[in-house]
């Protein structure tokens, strides 16, 4: 089994970036929650406790037992978990006298300490916690401080015990990629040999024989993990793999022929589906959102069902489910509020007795398309934006029809099109077009004209979980803006969405 780095999720935000970061350094590693923590394997060679919103006084607060892992293997504490440390060893964990959240300097670094080597007198380091660490046990030493933090990191004696009270994972600790390398590589001892290439000679060779002669389907969606996953899958049992790509009404401009197109020359046995009609009808009169997604998700699930039981003797289901998924369904908070449910070929039918094949729900998004340029993949697929399941059917604002379908594909085609012309499509993590349930005075020639509004969304993010507008070029926006009012029939007016993900999310739906 791969050596890995276990990762205790008490409910910090910044969870799943730790983990990033300690892929980038080529290390494996899995995050499990607190209240599920797994018994040590000699596969594990290190574990990190990481923050959590809340406060190690509070009478609930999320606990472990930190004797499972302290001093049979290096473990880190990043702010709530080195408090939980400190605290159950002995120590005291007090409210700051003033909130510590946001940039602070090292003034006294320990650099003989294995953790902070390398790191400088004066590095900027990410705080955000509101209590701290007042009083260390005994058994414990300060290897760093700050001018208000006295224990801004620490060691226990003789054992490769640390804690720490800021945060390295984000990019606002400027060597905090180091402090995780000292830890990961040289305290853990991590060979750093978990990459892209290793990663697709094992899974297909564990794919083999998992699915031996067995027959697997498929649904395609175009985008980067269905196509990883199926291209993985079909390395490992080639024509039994069938794949099926349905045309739901709502995708892009040419997007069902043109990927239909993509998936022949990679060599994949893919069977398109036109249900256009069918997805109408059933989203006929449907305003809310959820409704509309599950009235797609529902279909959708009728369709490949259907398709699925003309294939004879198929034992599973192959998915493009990947780590983020997974690890939100086992999240320490449990079942979280809606914000929006999600339309994935996941919630299958209980009459559709599969087997579930997932070959990369271990992976973030920026390692599927690592292991997707291993494996070869155009970049015309690795390079695609992210397009939700519903597809445009979330970017209609109110109820869908054939006619507004149409209208926001050509907004779309121009926008998308035009990012690509002008070199930004690489530039930008995902773009679309908004259609607005809103009509608009304007004039065109001498007439008067009371026709759409539509709105162009464009956001720069690392995997989603935050995003930034992004500041297209107004020389840009205009050309857009101009090409779309002239060319598409009943929209007369362009706007642009400038919010950022928090507090909006990045579609509107």
Not at 61 to 86: N, R, S, T, W
Not at 104 to 114: C, G, I, Y
Not at 447 to 475: F, K
């Amino acid at each position: 089994m791969a050596e890995q780095i276990l990762i205790l999720d008490f409910g910090s935000q910044y969870t799943q970036l730790i983990a990033r970061r300690v892929r980038e350094l080529n290390v494996y590693c899995e995050i499990h929650p607190f209240n599920n923590p797994p018994e040590l394997t000699d596969d594990i060679k290190g574990v990190i406790f990481s923050g959590s919103p809340c406060s190690v006084r509070q009478e609930d607060a999320p606990d472990v037992d930190i004797d499972m892992y302290c001093g049979k293997v290096p473990v880190l504490g990043v702010c709530y978990g080195a408090q939980l440390m400190a605290q159950k060893s002995g120590g005291n964990v007090l409210p700051s006298e003033i909130r510590e959240y946001g940039r602070a300097k090292l003034s006294k670094v320990d650099q003989h300490n294995e953790l902070m080597k390398e790191i400088s007198i004066d590095s900027q380091v990410w705080m955000s916690h509101g209590d701290t660490i007042s009083e260390l046990p005994d058994a414990y030493d300060v290897i760093a401080s700050t001018s208000s933090v006295r224990v801004a990191a620490f060691k226990k004696k003789d054992e490769q015990t640390y804690g720490i009270q800021f945060h390295p994972e984000v990019t606002h600790s400027l060597e905090g990629k180091r402090v995780l390398r000292n830890f990961v590589v040289h305290i853990c001892g991590c060979a750093q040999d978990w990459t892209p290439d290793i990663f697709v000679e094992a899974t297909i060779a564990s794919l083999k024989e998992q699915l031996g002669d067995d027959k697997v389907v498929m649904g395609l969606s175009g985008g980067v993990d269905s196509s990883v996953a199926a291209t993985l899958i079909h390395h490992a049992i080639g024509k039994n793999l069938h794949c099926i790509f349905v045309d739901n009404g709502l995708l892009r401009k040419h997007e069902f022929e043109d990927v239909l197109h993509s998936y022949k020359d990679m060599g994949l046995n893919v069977k398109g589906v036109d249900a256009k009609d069918k997805f109408y009808d059933a989203l006929k009169g449907l305003t809310d959102p959820e409704d509309k997604r599950k009235a797609i998700g529902r279909v959708f699930i009728e369709v490949f069902d259907d398709e699925a039981h003309k294939i004879q003797n198929v034992k599973w289901l192959g998915q493009g489910t990947i780590y983020p998924d997974v690890i939100e369904s086992v999240s320490v908070k449990g079942p979280s509020a809606t914000i929006k449910s999600h339309h994935n070929v996941g919630g299958l039918p209980d009459f559709m007795k599969l087997k579930v094949v997932e070959p990369l729900n271990t992976l973030f998004k920026d390692e599927v398309r690592l292991v997707g340029k291993t494996l070869e993949i155009d970049q015309n697929i690795l390079g695609r934006h992210p397009f939700p399941g519903p597809g445009l059917g979330i970017r209609i604002l109110g109820d869908i029809t054939p006619q507004k379908v149409h209208i926001l594909q050509q907004v779309d085609h121009i926008f998308i099109n035009g990012l690509k012309k002008a070199g930004l499509y690489d530039e930008v993590w995902q773009a679309g077009a908004i259609l607005l349930p809103i009509q608009s005075v304007g004039v065109m020639g001498d007439e008067r004209t009371y026709e759409q509004v539509v709105s162009l969304r464009a956001v720069t993010s690392v995997d989603g979980m935050t995003a930034d507008w992004c500041h297209l070029p107004y020389d840009f926006l205009a050309d857009v803006s101009n090409e779309i009012i002239n060319t598409v029939k009943g929209v007369n007016r362009v706007v642009y969405d400038i919010s950022s993900k928090p507090p909006a999310t990045i579609e509107w739906e």
